[in-house]
């Protein structure tokens, strides 16, 4: 069994657990079970709400099985698409309150079955990313996502987030409007229920703003920025973009009826077949391992060189608590390298990437040296220096004598 279902009081839970994997996905066997839970909720008269949660320890749900869509075509996809689009109809249509309590990844399918129930509830955890990552594979939201968040946010909030496929933090997540509330973990279910009183949720959008003729104005905005980034190599968005604007002022029906036109019309081009493809090869490389090697704790790294590439690197490195040195040879270089990674992490605190006191403790990390100072502390030397042959050897050379032996030398050079 895949989903179970039960009760506390008048309030059913559906939760979600894969049999035999770390991961829920849907294929057509989840869907069906489903179809059954929904069947059994429907016989229970005195239900009072509906609360859809994981057992999964960092996911919720991780979408679609793309195995099974990227091989379905014809009849049979849409009857995929169109099987998933009626499940989660059935949830948006319940008479009574739906809450999704939200853990780990919750993207594609996943959100979008979020995006049927009334209220979302996500915990804190760094383990919770929330999106719609489907343009990103040369597909886009078919199963209601592309039609329902423009309804949930309004078109020119919810664009960015089905156009950019990005997953999102739960704080970010929250900022966009994507879920409700954010709680602790070992809170998630019993404030979750809290919702259940609060009823159905109603959308209600400003005429003024969500018309025909606004939507139109916004897809002309939208389509320039979109060509900016991907000069009309990727169908994906462009198909996301037109069915988002289409869907304000039609019908669920027409427009879930465009998302399964879309999705079969770009299921069988080439570019969506290469970008599935690499998906795969990405979480293929990701599960592989040399037996016979253990990792090594990286505590301490050096930078050599505080241009733009070398500023960068020593940015990533310090706001994920790494403590590390930035070197340069010129004091004016090293100042205006940190002033570049003061500007980033403002950046990121502006753009709530981070908050002020993770930015403040990733400067914290960062210790800027302009002359020759000892290496023999370093996990990692990254050179970062001019792409100079003759002047890269002079500092490996010179790295080599002043850091440890087992230091692992690395370098940025792009040639």
């Known amino acids: 069994m895949n989903i179970s279902l ?8 559906l939760v979600f657990d894969r049999e035999g994997s770390s991961a829920n996905i849907f294929d057509s066997a989840t869907l069906a079970e489903l179809s059954e839970r929904l069947d059994e909720l429907a016989e229970q008269p005195d239900v009072s709400g509906l609360l859809i949660r994981s057992a999964k320890p960092d996911i919720f749900i991780a979408g679609a099985d793309l195995k099974e869509l990227s091989t379905a075509r014809g009849e049979r996809l849409d009857s995929l698409i169109a099987t998933g689009q009626a499940l989660f109809n059935r949830i948006a249509d319940l008479p009574y309150p739906t809450v999704a309590a939200i853990h780990g990844a919750c993207v594609g399918g996943g959100y979008e079955l979020a995006l049927a129930c009334d209220w979302r509830i996500a915990s804190d955890s760094a383990s919770t990313k929330i999106g719609l990552p489907e343009t990103q594979l040369g597909i886009l939201p078919a199963w209601g996502g592309t039609t329902r968040l423009p309804d949930l946010l309004g078109l020119q909030d919810a664009l960015p987030v089905i156009l950019s496929g990005k997953l999102h933090s739960a704080v970010l997540a929250k900022r966009k409007g994507l879920v409700d509330e954010i709680v602790p973990k070992e809170h998630l279910k019993s404030h979750a229920l809290t919702h259940i009183s609060k009823g159905k949720r109603h959308h209600t959008h400003n005429p003024i703003t969500h018309n025909q003729a606004v939507a139109a ?6 389509q320039k920025e979109l060509h900016k980034k991907t000069h009309g190599h990727y169908p994906g968005p462009e198909a996301a973009l037109e069915v988002a604007v289409a869907s304000i002022g039609r019908t669920r029906v027409q427009s879930q009826q465009a998302e399964r036109e879309a999705i079969a019309s ?8 290469n970008l599935i493809g690499l998906f795969f090869l990405r979480e293929r490389a990701k599960k592989h391992r040399h037996t016979d090697a253990e990792p090594r704790e990286i505590r301490r790294v050096a930078v050599i060189g505080a241009g733009v590439m070398g500023s960068g690197i020593a940015y990533w490195l310090s706001s994920r608590g790494i403590e590390t040195t930035l070197q340069d040879i010129s004091a004016e270089a090293l100042a205006h390298g940190m002033n570049s990674i003061s500007d980033l992490y403002a ?9 002020e006191i993770e930015a403040a403790r990733g400067m914290d990390c960062i210790h800027p040296a302009s002359g020759e100072i000892p290496l023999h502390n370093c996990d990692l030397i990254i050179e970062a220096a001019v792409e100079e042959l003759s ?5 490996f050379a010179d790295l080599a004598a002043r850091c440890r032996p087992d230091t692992v030398l690395a370098t940025n050079t792009s040639a």
């Open 6 to 13: 039960t009760f506390t009081n008048s309030t059913a839970i």
């Open 266 to 273: 770009l299921a069988g081009l080439p570019q969506t077949a």
């Open 217 to 222: 104005l916004t897809r002309v905005q939208a």
């Open 347 to 355: 950046d990121a605190v502006k753009h709530h990437v981070l908050s």
């Open 391 to 395: 002047i890269k050897k002079k500092i």
